[in-house]
């Protein structure tokens, strides 16, 4: 994958462990890692506000910090 990548896990995740998140982020160039404290797997339900802001904001600078 050559263009930017968001992925967003969460820390207490126990179906995707967060090393595995850190991995694909290392294996993929141009990708972005956020890990959200206290969120589980199932983002868009625990935390849909959050995780809308950070793919607006991925969408509008994808190239950012």
């Given at each position: 994958?050559?263009?930017?990548?968001l992925i967003?896990?969460?820390?207490?995740?126990?179906l995707?462990?967060?090393m595995?998140?850190?991995?694909a982020a290392?294996?993929l160039?141009?990708?972005?890692?956020v890990?959200?404290?206290g969120?589980?797997?199932?983002l868009?339900?625990?935390?849909?506000?959050?995780?809308?802001?950070?793919?607006?904001?991925?969408?509008?600078?994808?190239?950012?910090?």
């Open positions: 994958i050559t263009v930017p990548a967003v896990a969460g820390d207490e995740d126990v995707t462990p967060r595995h998140a850190v991995a290392r294996a160039s141009g990708t972005r890692l890990v959200l404290p969120a589980g797997h199932a868009a339900i625990e935390r849909p506000e959050e995780l809308c802001a950070l793919v607006r904001e991925f969408v509008a600078h994808p190239i950012g910090p």
